[in-house]
Nanobody, 116 residues
């Protein structure tokens, strides 16, 4: 059984920064990708950023230039550095891991609130 343990998140003013971290633990044979999704109230869950084992990264257009994702394939960790935060970044952020044919896993979610 695999678990994704998240840390980070919290309250920040517009223009501020936060870093989210996630570690996968358990019996892991293969990770195709790890990344972060977010879900704001009344909206669908959306991809924020992810990186693949092949080294590619994807970002939502809304966060390009402000957020940076980084990962460690050996330690099975992923971090999301968020800068120039805006009120519209307020959401619950979920860590996600894609294990290919072995399925996927989600973290429990961590709240990020950007307030004036």
């Amino acid at each position: 059984q695999v678990q994704l343990v998240e840390s980070g998140g919290g309250l920040v003013q517009p223009g501020g920064s936060l870093t989210l971290s996630c570690t996968a633990s358990g019996t892991i044979f293969y990770i195709f990708s790890m990344g972060w999704y977010r879900q704001a109230p009344g909206k669908q869950r959306e991809l924020v950023a992810r990186f693949t084992k092949g080294g590619t990264t994807d970002y939502a257009d809304s966060v390009k230039g402000r957020f940076t994702i980084s990962g460690d394939n050996v330690k099975d960790t992923v971090s999301l550095q968020m800068g120039s935060l805006k009120p519209e970044d307020t959401a619950v952020y979920y860590c996600h891991a894609d294990f290919g044919r072995m399925g996927e896993e989600w973290g429990q979610g961590t709240q990020v609130t950007v307030y004036s």
